[in-house]
């Protein structure tokens, strides 16, 4: 596959380049709105329904894998700042194209099914402070409103990450005052936060956790596809992504922590809202439509990122010639790739009817726990392969890891929901048909080409 030589703006029909508006405060506040939000909002009470009280430990461990990873993205994506992200990294170092179609529709996927738990999550316990609505129009809706802001711009959607961040940010930092000014009355136990459910062991019960907490953790990777649009993606992304993963897993440690400490589990575990559990247990005095308030804008900046995502992604494949090149349309006056979110949008409504929060919030940390194991391993085929810039290296030892437990945490043996595998078996067999069909159209027209009949 043939990379771009950069004259591709002077050629007849080319697309115009993306603009690079993205600076390192915005890919900071990027990668760290695209990991806050729908997972630790609406599946803490999940998680420590699963593991017990030491839930704060699941998310830890989530937050080493997800260091162990970000290593191999900060290299691969100093050494080819491009759109595609892992399909592009799959292509170099295996040369499979079957292989790189699934990948990226993979990823595609995660960051629609976790859009749609988003959305679901949207219509849940929180929204129910102001008024009850069924879900699904909400979730459709939902995703409308964003899918116009993305067709905005890339730089008024980052910019308006920025604010939405830094609401849902004082949500948490809210939680954790909450819990220490609780703790230090006498309400609630900091024990609690100690123990585990008797069923299982201690680890058992953490990587069962943390299998599902991993969906919290997830969305550093998706600032990989907007590296076209960033400056300085060699010096820019390190900083960006190494800060941004190490604040949110502190973050969700903590919030964690009290979440368990002030709340019952079996109150946490049943609620779509646990984090208002937490206010209602530890700050009565606090309105809760307020925390409300924060969680749908918390929620918000989740799909809104993910379907940034995708939408780059799909973009991104399409200068790859892995999807036909018209999903790569650039809008000539908002300079975006409107085909693209279009497409998105219309999958992203499809699924939000699928499954609730939980079950799409882990079918999205399954199929890129899969993906990361690739990009994991890709790192070190694609060390073979020097570039003239200078870039990030990672310590052989983290891709290492990061494959070994990228790879278990998507085993059943890490205790995952059944129902999870067969969503994203579901998807990927689209997928599969996908190819098939897309296969069969290019070896047609290779063969009208060529002046002879496609064989049967």
């Known amino acids: 596959m043939s990379e771009s030589t950069g004259t591709a703006a002077t050629e007849p029909n080319a697309q115009p380049e993306l603009r690079r508006v993205i600076g390192p405060k915005l890919l900071l ?7 806050l939000g729908t997972g630790i909002y609406a599946l803490t009470g999940t998680v420590a329904g699963e593991v017990g009280g030491a839930a704060w430990m699941s998310f830890g461990l989530s ?13 691969l994506v100093g050494k080819y700042p491009k759109a595609a992200g892992a399909a592009l990294y799959t292509q170099r170092a295996f040369g499979i194209h079957f292989l790189t179609f699934m990948v990226a529709f993979a990823v595609m996927c995660s960051g629609l099914t976790s859009a749609g738990a988003a959305s679901r999550a949207f219509g849940g316990d929180y929204l129910q402070e102001f008024w009850s ?37 004082s949500g948490l930092i809210l939680i954790i005052v909450i819990g220490t000014l609780a703790l230090t009355r006498g309400v609630g136990d900091a024990g609690n936060a100690l123990e585990f459910n008797s069923e299982g062991t201690a680890f058992g019960l953490v990587v069962s956790g943390a299998a599902l907490a991993f969906f919290a953790l997830v969305g550093f990777e998706d600032s990989v596809n907007m590296a076209e649009e960033t400056t300085d993606p060699q010096r820019t992304f390190p900083r960006a992504l190494f800060l941004g993963i190490t604040f949110t897993g502190i973050v969700y440690m ?4 009290f979440a368990t400490a002030l709340v019952p589990l079996g109150v946490l575990g049943e609620s779509t809202g646990p984090l208002l559990e937490v206010v209602r247990a530890g700050a009565t005095w606090f ?56 497409f998105t949008s219309v999958l992203a ?15 999205t940390a399954l199929l890129l726990l899969c993906v990361f194991t690739l990009v994991n391993a890709a790192v070190l085929v694609l060390r073979k392969d020097r ?16 494959i070994i437990s990228c790879f278990y945490l998507a085993t059943p043996w890490s205790g995952r929901d059944p129902q999870q595998y067969l969503i994203a078996g579901v998807l990927l067999v689209i997928g599969l048909v996908l190819w098939v069909v897309n296969w069969l159209v290019q070896r047609a027209m290779a063969s009208r080409a060529s002046g002879e009949e496609p064989r049967a």
């Open 29 to 35: 506040f990027f990668v760290i709105g695209d990991i």
């Open 63 to 75: 937050f080493i894998v997800a260091m162990f990873t970000a290593t191999s993205y900060v290299e």
């Open 133 to 169: 609505v069924p879900t699904l129009p909400v979730a459709i809706g939902f995703l409308i409103v964003l899918a116009l802001i993305n067709f905005r711009g890339v730089s008024e959607s980052v910019k308006f990450n920025v604010f939405l961040t830094c609401v849902e940010l």
């Open 254 to 257: 903590l919030v964690a922590f």
């Open 287 to 342: 309105p809760l439509w307020l925390f409300s308030l924060i969680a749908l804008f918390a929620v918000t900046n989740s799909a809104l990122i993910n379907m940034m995502m995708a939408s780059r992604l799909v973009y991104g494949m399409s200068r790859e010639q892995i999807v036909p090149s018209v999903l790569g349309t650039v809008h000539p006056f908002r300079r975006t790739p409107w085909v693209a979110i279009f």
């Open 349 to 363: 409504i499809g699924l939000a009817s699928w499954g609730g929060v939980s079950d799409l919030g882990g079918t």
């Open 387 to 402: 570039v003239e810039h200078e870039h990030y290296r990672a310590p052989t030892v983290f891709p290492v890891l990061g």
